[in-house]
């Protein structure tokens, strides 16, 4: 099927397609669950989101937004990388590893009364931002020229991501057989 649509299509557009669909998917499921969850508190009259504000619920979904600008890209220069599905999670892995760093840190952070240096670290580093700096404004303080620069940083990264990820899905989509390091989908791209 690549092969048709890219004899109508350049590669970097079908992948910015793909991610932008996907994109929406994960947009809408989201807030499918939050409506849900919104409905079944009212319906069953429990108070349990009542110190939910709708500012911080923006926010959450203004860092998923940012982070999946990040991670498509990311994921699908990674899934271009393998022409069968069981390579699929090695090819990933790399793209994984910064997500479980910053979810630790995240996960380790909840519940203290203070943000970890670890936390504090990651929630300006492009990769980690998306989880770890919602985490970080929730436990203290922080400027509002420090989230413009976790802002900046992850935006600036997505457009870099997007430049490299297009360039290697271009290279190797067409490719089948063994599956393409990612050493080598960079020197190719």
């Known amino acids: 099927i690549a092969e048709v649509l890219l004899a109508a299509v350049k590669p ?6 793909k991610i932008l669909g996907i994109g929406l998917v994960g947009l809408a499921q989201a807030l499918s669950i939050a409506v849900s969850a919104i409905v079944t508190s009212r319906l069953v009259g429990s108070d349990i989101l009542g110190g939910a504000q709708a500012l911080e619920a923006l926010a959450a979904v203004g860092w998923f937004v940012l982070g999946f600008s ?3 890209w990311a994921f699908a220069a990674a899934g271009s990388l393998v022409s ?9 892995l ?9 979810y630790i840190a995240t996960i380790t952070s909840t519940g203290q009364s203070e943000a970890s240096t670890l936390l504090k670290v990651l929630a300006y580093f492009p990769p980690t931002a998306p989880m770890c700096m ?4 929730s436990l203290e303080k922080v400027a509002p020229w420090q989230v413009g620069v976790a802002v900046l940083g ?9 430049r490299v990820a297009g360039a290697i899905y271009s290279n190797a989509i067409l490719r ?8 080598e989908a960079l020197r190719s791209s």
């Open 176 to 183: 089948t057989g063994k599956r393409v390091k990612w050493m």
């Open 84 to 92: 069968r599905q069981s390579d699929a999670s090695s090819a990933g």
């Open 12 to 17: 970097r557009h079908l992948v910015a397609g």
């Open 94 to 102: 790399p793209v994984m590893i910064p997500i479980l760093a910053g």
């Open 154 to 162: 992850i935006l600036v990264s997505a457009v870099v991501m997007a």
């Open 70 to 72: 990040f991670y498509g």
């Open 134 to 137: 919602p985490t970080l404004l």
